[in-house]
């Protein structure tokens, strides 16, 4: 395990936002979603596919808030951009349970 400094943490973005679109990705190499992710104001809707379909379906992912790291670069993956990185804990199979607030949260929110 990399150890990182305290400006090293300060700088990673993770903020609370509500899905408020879920979408197949057909097109991604592993099963995955197409989801877009309302941050609130400041930051705006960004979007970001992440590979949910073992755990989620699209029913249960709309308006669920999540945990996403929001000030990465975008990324293509497949023939779409991804513009933010869903947070969640992965087993050896993959599954993912995703990092939620314990109650309703403000979009946007900042974790420290």
């Known amino acids: 395990m990399t150890t990182i400094n305290w400006d090293q943490f300060s700088a990673i973005e993770m903020r609370v ?3 408020i679109n879920v979408e197949l990705f ?4 592993k099963p995955a979603y197409k989801l877009t992710i ?3 104001e400041k930051i705006g809707v ?3 596919s992440a590979q949910l379909t073992k755990r ?3 029913e ?3 308006n669920m808030q999540i945990v996403a790291v929001t000030n990465f670069p975008p990324k293509q993956i497949a023939n779409f951009i991804s513009e933010c990185l869903v947070l969640g804990a992965v087993d050896d199979q993959g599954d993912v349970v995703l ?3 314990e109650s309703h949260s403000k979009n946007g929110l900042r974790i420290a």
């Open 38 to 40: 309302d941050f609130g």
């Open 99 to 101: 990092l939620q607030p």
């Open 60 to 62: 249960t992912l709309l």
């Open 26 to 29: 057909p097109e991604a190499f």
């Open 46 to 48: 960004k979007k970001t």
């Open 56 to 58: 989620y379906t699209p």
């Open 17 to 19: 936002g509500t899905i």
